[in-house]
């Protein structure tokens, strides 16, 4: 089964949902615990009819949706099923989706000996390779739970960052980030791989990238 490009799924036009870091993800708001836990219910139910499992996190206020193809390792034609099946449940109940200030965060480790630290930290995190990647692309957390460290090359020049966080954001998020990060006392470094990723840097020279799917593969 074919993985979908992040144009691909923009132009599928799923209301409240976005494309982060390789999947779609949404955010639903919720009167409190029990109207939550009713519609994990109901997206439950229907999951387990077109066995097709998102990745659900229940909190007080709200509930967000996580959907990816495991086999297929991206966003496919399925997912944009369930994603228009989980609209139409929350929509019943009475509740709106959004994915307004939704990101997803990774970790950046730059460095010219890739293929030499990646083991180490694969030992330390207790994680495996990711589906579908090469060995030295990156580990991640089979659960899900924490960010996925991937490994960037780098030249040996110093001083240098060796580590950094990559935010993957909406697109229509990027402008209002940017401007908020500059008020902040923040400066952009670089928008050269724009509108793919901008560099930003604290006050403290401390850099970030924030990510779109755009221009992507």
């Known amino acids: 089964?074919?993985?979908?490009?992040?144009?691909?799924?923009?132009?599928?036009?799923?209301?409240?949902?976005?494309?982060?870091?390789?999947?779609?993800?949404?955010?639903?708001?919720?009167?409190?615990?029990?109207?939550?836990?009713?519609?994990?219910?109901?997206?439950?139910?229907?999951?387990?009819?077109?066995?097709?499992?998102?990745?659900?996190?229940?909190?007080?206020?709200?509930?967000?949706?996580?959907?990816?193809?495991?086999?297929?390792?991206?966003?496919?034609?399925?997912?944009?099923?369930?994603?228009?099946?989980?609209?139409?449940?929350?929509?019943?109940?009475?509740?709106?989706?959004?994915?307004?200030?939704?990101s997803r965060l990774e970790l950046a480790l730059d460095t010219p000996e890739h293929a030499a630290v990646l083991p180490f930290w694969r030992a330390v995190l207790t994680w495996g390779a990711a589906p579908g990647r090469g060995p030295d692309d990156e580990v991640r957390d089979p659960d899900g739970v924490l960010p996925t460290v991937w490994f960037q090359a780098s030249g040996r020049d110093e001083p240098r960052q060796r580590w950094h966080p990559d935010v993957w954001v909406d697109p229509a998020e990027v402008d209002a980030r940017i401007a908020a990060a500059l008020a902040a006392g923040g400066t952009l470094v670089s928008d050269a791989e724009a509108p793919s990723f901008w560099v930003l840097a604290d006050p403290d020279g401390n850099r970030v990238c924030l990510c779109t799917w755009q221009q992507r593969s």
């Open 1 to 102: 089964m074919s993985t979908l490009t992040g144009r691909q799924v923009a132009e599928a036009g799923l209301d409240g949902w976005t494309y982060l870091l390789g999947a779609l993800q949404t955010r639903i708001r919720t009167p409190g615990f029990a109207a939550g836990l009713a519609l994990v219910a109901a997206v439950g139910a229907e999951a387990e009819r077109v066995d097709h499992h998102p990745d659900l996190d229940l909190r007080y206020t709200h509930v967000d949706v996580r959907l990816w193809s495991h086999d297929a390792g991206g966003v496919t034609g399925r997912d944009l099923r369930l994603a228009r099946t989980i609209s139409a449940l929350a929509a019943d109940a009475g509740l709106a989706l959004s994915a307004a200030g939704l």
